[in-house]
């Protein structure tokens, strides 16, 4: 498909730069049949008991830093660890740095760099893998989006306005945004209403930053990130479904990870490595009956996603309501509901 096919215009103020305080106050579109709006708050009588949410654990990491090659300034995003004390990233100016080169965050925080191609670099940092925690959490910022970094700085609040209440191994550069919706309060009441919950794991990379410059869908390919569903996990999908429940995947994170794990029957089978799949309209959905997941970019490989799993008509009718009716759009914006389609 040619990705204008994905396009829309959102008015620059439609983009949230904080989320809803409390989250769960955030705005809700439901996309079945018809819309209806709602708020998040209202999840637990829009779902039905027995219900099986997918939610990804994954933690962002402050994979932004800040240094200098010399006299020149360098921004790096770490994005994939190679080894102890050893990250891939994208580094801005990556042109201006050679094999060789040392790039000092800090007085104690430095590391020696190799480029690659697609401005991305090696990076051999002179510290074992504690220290470098500890350097990382202190010297590091949260990996904010493009479209929030162009508005504002990354500031304290980030550091857990930016992580889902369900963040317990870390290796994200991204959040998953969906989760962001979900505090204590409101899974035990989505509990207490007999929906339950599976976790998963999706370290989401930086693909999700990454614009589509192609002209057609096909000759687009993501980058790969590293998943894991283990085995209890896969048994409880499978049951789920074997019993005719509803699996309700919880972001886009959740449902390529289950995708990737699934056989052609929609067995989901334990899962441990590198998925790159890239689902959009054709895509036969195996798993997931149900998807919640933020308003995204357009013709980013998140809107290709939604519009496959609901519709791309349906989706581009849903966000026109939604940009008329003042919704909020992105990783801090607000949420929506899909049905899957056909």
């Not at 705005?27 to 709602?38: E, I």
């Not at 493009?146 to 991204?174: K, L, M, N, S, W």
């Not at 959040?175 to 989401?204: D, Q, S």
Request: hydrophobic share 45%; with cysteine; aromatic share 8%.
């Amino acid at each position: 498909m040619r990705v204008d096919d994905f396009d829309f215009e959102l008015p620059p103020g439609r983009i949230a730069l904080r989320p809803a305080r409390p989250r769960e106050s955030a705005r809700l579109l439901v996309v079945d049949d018809g819309l209806s709006d709602h708020v998040v708050d209202e999840l637990p009588g829009l779902l039905r008991p027995g219900d099986l949410m997918v939610v990804n654990d994954t933690a962002v990491i402050p994979a932004q830093l800040a240094g200098l090659r010399g006299t020149t300034e360098v921004a790096v995003t770490l994005h994939k660890q190679l080894g102890p004390g050893r990250w891939q990233g994208f580094a801005q100016p990556a042109r201006r740095l050679h094999p060789g080169d040392t790039i000092t965050f800090a007085d104690d925080f430095s590391a020696a760099v190799r480029r690659r191609d697609g401005g991305q670099v090696d990076l051999d940092f002179d510290c074992d893998a504690a220290a470098f925690a500890d350097r990382l959490a202190r010297h590091g910022t949260m990996p904010l989006p493009p479209y929030i970094r162009r508005r504002r700085a990354a500031d304290a609040a980030d550091r857990t306005d930016y992580q889902t209440v369900f963040a317990a191994r870390e290796g994200a550069v991204a959040a998953p945004t969906a989760g962001l919706h979900f505090t204590p309060e409101l899974l035990a009441r989505l509990e207490a209403g007999g929906i339950e919950r599976v976790t998963v794991t999706l370290h989401v990379g930086p693909g999700t930053f990454l614009p589509v410059t192609v002209v057609d869908t096909q000759a687009h390919r993501m980058l790969p990130e590293y998943g894991m569903i283990d085995a209890a996990a896969a048994e409880r999908l499978n049951r789920a479904r074997a019993e005719g429940r509803r699996i309700v995947a919880i972001g886009s994170t959740s449902l390529r990870l289950i995708e990737s794990a699934a056989d052609a029957a929609g067995t989901v089978r334990p899962f441990a490595g590198e998925t790159a799949l890239f689902i959009t309209p054709g895509h036969r959905f195996k798993v997931a009956d149900l998807m919640f997941t933020n308003f995204h970019l357009p013709r980013s490989t998140l809107f290709m996603l939604v519009a496959a799993f609901a519709g791309l008509e349906r989706m581009h009718h849903a966000y026109a309501h939604a940009i008329t009716q003042g919704y909020r759009f992105y990783s801090y914006g607000d949420a929506c509901l899909l049905r899957r389609g056909g």
